[in-house]
Every structure is written in structure tokens, then in C-alpha cells.
């Protein structure tokens, strides 16, 4: 709870600001995550590539 109620708030005299540590650790998560999505829909696509089978209407 401490990152997302407290880490944001460094300076109290221009409001909440987001430190550059946090800034940093939120786009390195982004990344991951873009990653491993990225890594399970091409594993999807191989795995239904491999049994498609063309049909007529």
C-alpha cells in the first residue's frame, strides 16, 4: 500500500508528483506485461495455425 498511497507524494509544497523511481518501475511492469502478452497471443497463432484447415462456405 505504501507505493501506490505514499511513494507519490515527495513534494507536499507542489502536490502529489510521481518519483522518477516509481515512473521507471511502472514502465519497466508495462513492458512486462506488453511482453508476455505478446509471447501468449504468438503462442496462440502457432497453435491454431498448425490445425487450420481451409473450408468452403
Known amino acids: 500500500m505504501y507505493v501506490f498511497l505514499a511513494q507519490p507524494v515527495i513534494n507536499i ?31 496462440a497463432a502457432l497453435r491454431e495455425a498448425r490445425v487450420w484447415r481451409p473450408r468452403a462456405d
Open 13 to 43: 509544497t507542489r502536490g502529489a508528483e510521481l518519483s522518477g523511481v516509481l515512473r521507471l518501475a511502472f514502465l519497466a511492469l508495462t513492458a512486462a506485461l506488453s511482453l508476455t502478452a505478446a509471447l501468449a497471443a504468438h503462442a
